[in-house]
């Protein structure tokens, strides 16, 4: 039985779909997808490159577009225009419900199509927002998707594994050069990842840049290896 305060929250606040963003039907707040995207989760398909859409074994980026990022592999769970609505009511509208629920989604991914990434990563790091601009929203978006990662998974999450040192505009008001240069030197490496492997998470790949700037701090505070798994990806579908 829900409480008072839940059933007067979901009146006020409509649960909605993890996916698509619409809000759920009384029969479907049980889960976190209505009934449309349930019957057909719209992931990445595994045989296409989700950066340039070639051709590609390991449902992760192809050989040639590994070739321009530092880090060992990178994987994304959606295209990104598939899950625009929801991140946008996660990351700005604060609806943490949503996370947690695209949260678990990636963690079903990396369970049913990933499980080599699993097996190799000994640790979880999210990507880091500023303090001001954490305080500012209530939260980092990615702490929320690595914990019900790590809670469906049992990868061990280093919440403090990197820092944002100084204030960055957002990369989306930036064009490709202008976003290299916005974080170099923005992030920093907050603890000893002497031969681990990494799973670095973060909610939308762009360009790259941000996971580049991520990986080289995690290599200098001593990785063996850095893997990206992120939520979405804004490239070829």
Do not use: W
Not at 117 to 124: G, I, P, R
Not at 156 to 164: I, N, S
Not at 175 to 189: G, H, I, Q, T, Y
Not at 192 to 197: A, I, L, V
């Amino acid at each position: 039985m829900k409480c008072l305060k839940t059933i007067l929250l979901d009146t006020v606040f409509p649960p909605r779909c993890a996916v698509c963003g619409e809000i759920l039907r009384m029969e479907e707040r049980q889960g976190v997808l209505c009934a449309d995207c349930r019957s057909d989760i719209p992931y990445l398909p595994q045989e296409k490159c989700p950066h340039c859409g070639g051709k590609t074994n390991n449902g992760g980026f192809c050989d040639f577009c590994m070739k321009h990022f530092p880090f060992d592999s990178v994987c994304g769970a959606f295209p990104y225009e598939k899950v625009r609505k929801a991140i946008h009511l996660f990351k700005y509208d604060g609806d943490k419900t949503i996370g947690e629920g695209l949260g678990r989604l990636m963690a079903e991914e990396l369970l049913e199509n990933h499980k080599e990434l699993l097996e190799k990563a000994d640790v979880l790091v999210s990507v880091p927002l500023h303090p001001k601009k954490e305080k500012f929203r209530g939260f980092n978006q990615t702490h929320i998707l690595c914990e019900k990662i790590a809670e469906k998974t049992g990868l061990t999450f280093q919440r403090h594994g990197l820092e944002r040192k100084r204030e960055t505009i957002a990369q989306s008001e930036l064009d490709p050069e202008e976003r290299k240069v916005n974080l170099k030197d923005a992030f920093a490496a907050t603890a000893d990842f002497t031969g681990k492997c990494v799973l670095l998470v973060d909610d939308i790949f762009t360009t790259g840049t941000t996971c580049r700037e991520c990986a080289k701090e995690l290599y200098r505070a001593g990785a063996r290896e850095v893997m990206v798994f992120v939520l979405s990806v804004a490239g070829a579908e």
